[in-house]
């Protein structure tokens, strides 16, 4: 029975061969289509890589990205500190500003006001030293109103030259000089005691005058003219011991 199968299997396929021998492919175009389908498989591989070599370095940007974004951020976060800082700062240093503006300006009021004052005092002053006091006055007065000078110069001067002006008040000298008297000129040695009293002693004679504020030289006694040349020798010998005899008042008054 096996045996029968097997002729009978035979049969068909010898009868079936030629049918077969028509409809199978050429060898050729069977090898084509298996090396088209390889090349398909290998640029599928290909792409394959590529797209993962492409993935991997899109991966890399995006970490890089993120890195520089996480570093930026950091950045902005520190400086948004920097700037609150700034403007605590600077909202400290323009109140201080102001301050100081207010200041100076009520010094510079001051300043001229002292000035002014300065000024009364040297014009109701004794008579000394007129050229270097009077551009004293002057130059204090030209301080306070410049307007490019900063308001700690300004002070620094002012006081400098009232320093100055408060030293003639603890001092006695003798200069030379020249006065008008009697419609003539006399050569003299002023003799100043501090701010108290300013005496001429006449170089060439007896007379002495003594400077009365709102009246001008008025000529002494012989008593205190006396006095006033025995002063004048002792402030040339650095003694002062008779200054206390000087005739002294608030205006000198002849005896």
């Not at 003799?191 to 001429?200: M, V």
Request: glycine fraction near 8%; charged fraction near 25%; proline fraction near 2%.
């Amino acid at each position: 029975m096996h045996f029968r199968f097997i002729i009978y299997a035979l049969v068909c396929l010898w009868i079936a061969l030629p049918a077969l021998a028509v409809a199978a492919p050429s060898g050729k175009a069977t090898m084509d289509d298996i090396v088209e389908t390889i090349k398909l498989e290998q640029q599928g591989l290909q792409h394959g890589s590529d797209w993962e070599l492409e993935e991997a370095a899109l991966l890399d940007e995006i970490r890089q990205a993120t890195l520089e974004q996480a570093w930026y951020a950091a950045q902005v976060k520190t400086f948004k500190g920097y700037n609150s800082s700034a403007k605590g700062r600077i909202l400290e240093l323009e109140s201080k500003r102001d301050k100081l503006e207010k200041i100076e300006a009520g010094l510079a009021g001051e300043l001229v006001a002292n000035v002014e004052q300065f000024t009364a005092l040297v014009n109701a002053d004794l008579p000394f030293l007129p050229s270097e006091r009077s551009r004293r006055v002057k130059f204090l007065q030209q301080t306070v109103a410049d307007y490019d000078l900063d308001g700690a110069e300004k002070l620094r001067r002012v006081l400098e030259g009232m320093q100055v002006e408060l030293g003639y008040g603890k001092n006695v000298d003798l200069t030379e000089g020249v006065i008008d008297v009697n419609g003539g000129q006399q050569l003299v040695q002023y003799l100043r005691i501090g701010r108290l009293a300013l005496y001429a002693i006449a170089v060439t004679g007896e007379q002495v005058w003594t400077w009365e504020q709102g009246v001008g030289y008025r000529l002494l006694a012989a008593d205190d003219a006396i006095i006033v040349k025995q002063a004048a020798a002792m402030v040339t010998n650095n003694s002062i011991s008779s200054l206390a005899n000087l005739p002294i008042t608030t205006q000198i008054g002849s005896k």
